[in-house]
């Protein structure tokens, strides 16, 4: 990694507290990735990334906004990325899969909190996140209360914008999100100072389709038998994919389809083609945890599938590209965002749906379910889950965590166990 010393300390940064971090990233990376046997080549470019993850990226946004542009964070997949960028921004997905700063968390929040929640509260107090800190706006969105009501905390550090989202799928939540989209477009072109026209939101909806086939295509050669790509890899794309340039990890991402193409031809593998086949759903992983993928795919299992935010959800589903005026395509994103699978919605029969056509798309032996600590939607829904997999005869482990390191061997035992069950 170059020296960008200066450039964090421009940006408000605790050195001391972001030099633990950094320290700490490496080798856990290591063990995690890097020691993974037959692992696809393309994965170098993704490497790379993890490797100048508050590097390069972080330089290229500096220098956007020293041109006058701006960026924007997000927390969430509702959050319609094509605005921000029709708008002449950057949309980046902020830190929050590391527990960090927890003595200044304690003193706006309880302890009994999403860990998720925690880690961003954690990351921004304890300026411990350059993503943060390059920031022109944060969105947030009502997905559960305890992200509403962290949100309003968050204002008082950094300016927020609040997307509501509507709790069930009838028509006239389509409109009512269709309207929250528009408020937001207007805010976007009010941070930005520049006017979403119908020809900009076409070209960022058609660049964010691509990348979203680039991903879907992934998914796709994961179907094969040898999996061709580890779920830990996978996972660590479609948590890049948050942040990264658009068009440029496009392209990555089709390259190393390419090589998997060929490894599906060849009948490479990165495990045995006997060993279980997992789909794991949830809550979102955002980088770096990686804590149950790789007790999982350490225990001698694939993980073919990720029913996530970080996953699926992300990029199923594309937005139409033929509208012909701002109000179309408005609409076209509004019904494509609201289609996404969040244990926010009442009733939401389409996730558990989903659940069982994957495991029939991609031969799995069985699905784990995780879930992190006092995350109500998810912990709650994991009933409906476990419901619809006794029903259908999937074997199912439901698994509760945080970011700790504390219940490592008790997951490790349990997933074990599972697996033992399969066989």
């Not at 996953?311 to 509208?323: N, S, T």
Request: proline share 5%.
């Amino acid at each position: 990694m170059s020296d960008y010393r200066q450039m964090w300390a421009d940006l408000g940064l605790d050195l001391e507290a972001h030099d633990r971090l950094l320290e700490a990233l490496p080798p856990t990376y290591h063990d995690v990735y890097l020691t993974q046997p037959h692992r696809p080549r393309g994965m170098e470019y993704f490497d790379f990334v993890v490797n100048e993850i508050h590097g390069l990226r972080i330089q290229e946004l500096q220098q956007h906004k020293q041109q006058g542009g701006k960026v924007i964070g997000t927390f969430c997949v509702f959050v319609p990325e094509e605005i921000i960028r029709a708008a002449g921004g950057i949309c980046i997905g902020l830190c929050s899969g590391l527990e960090t700063g927890s003595g200044e968390v304690d003193k706006v929040l309880p302890r009994q909190v999403c860990p998720l929640i925690r880690s961003f509260m954690g990351f921004k107090l304890g300026k411990i996140c350059p993503y943060f800190e390059s920031c022109d706006l944060v969105v947030g969105e009502t997905t559960c209360d305890g992200k509403k009501k962290a949100f309003e905390l968050l204002a008082d550090y950094i300016p927020v914008h609040v997307m509501e989202t509507p709790q069930m799928k009838r028509e006239r939540d389509y409109q009512f999100w269709r309207e929250e989209i528009k408020e937001f477009a207007a805010k976007i072109e009010e941070i930005t100072g520049q006017k979403i026209t119908a020809a900009s939101l076409k070209q960022c909806i058609s660049d964010t389709n691509a990348k979203r086939r680039a991903l879907l295509r992934l998914a796709g050669l994961r179907r094969h038998r040898p999996a061709p790509i580890s779920g830990k890899d996978s996972l660590l794309i479609e948590q890049i994919a948050m942040y990264d340039d658009v068009a440029r990890f496009t392209q990555q991402v089709n390259r190393l389809c390419d090589e998997l193409e060929e490894r599906v031809k060849a009948g490479t593998g990165v495990a045995p083609a006997k060993a279980p086949r997992l789909i794991v759903s949830g809550t979102p992983m955002a980088i770096p945890n990686w804590k149950v993928p790789h007790i999982i795919e350490s225990t001698g299992a694939v993980i073919v599938a990720e029913e996530m935010c970080t996953g699926l959800r992300y990029f199923e589903g594309l937005v139409p590209e033929d509208a012909s005026s701002l109000e179309e395509a408005y609409a076209g994103l509004a019904r494509r965002y609201l289609n996404i699978n969040c244990a926010v919605f009442t009733p939401n029969t389409d996730r558990t749906q989903r659940i069982m056509e994957l495991v029939q798309e991609y031969q799995a032996d069985g699905v784990i379910h995780v879930s992190l600590s006092f995350c109500d939607p998810y912990s709650i829904e994991a009933n409906r889950v476990e419901k619809a997999c006794r029903q259908a005869g999937i074997p199912l482990l439901k698994l509760e965590t945080d970011y700790g390191q504390e219940d490592t061997e008790q997951l490790k035992t349990r997933v074990e166990a599972f697996l033992e069950i399969l066989k």
